[in-house]
């Protein structure tokens, strides 16, 4: 499943040289990390939106919006998809609760 993730990330990356007027990812990537996170937040709010509607299917794609839009986000801050993974990886196997005690 994450190979899908990797090619959008790699989608977006191409997209950073295109013209904003074609490319809403260029659009979106030539305004800066404040638009890019102000538009993931947006996006956030209407998935948790449609969970606490149960609207299944809205919420499907709510949440790709949003998976979108954290790629587009890391994109604009220079954070690449491989070091996020990693830190999932890093993560893996350990309690949430033991993970969120050794960050204190």
């Not at 990356?13 to 996170?37: D, I, M, N």
């Not at 609207?55 to 070091?83: F, G, S």
Request: with cysteine.
């Amino acid at each position: 499943m994450s190979e899908i993730l990797l090619r959008l990330s790699a989608t977006i990356e191409a997209r950073r040289s295109a013209s904003p007027e074609t490319s809403w990812t260029a659009k979106l990537l030539s305004q800066g990390p404040g638009k890019t996170a102000e538009k993931f937040g947006e996006e956030a709010i209407e998935a948790i939106i449609e969970a606490v509607r149960g609207d299944r299917e809205r919420l499907t794609a709510e949440a790709a919006d949003v998976l979108y839009h954290l790629l587009v986000m890391l994109a604009a801050c220079n954070v690449p998809l491989d070091d996020v993974l990693r830190e999932l990886a890093s993560r893996e196997g350990l309690s949430g609760i033991d993970e969120k005690a050794a960050r204190d």
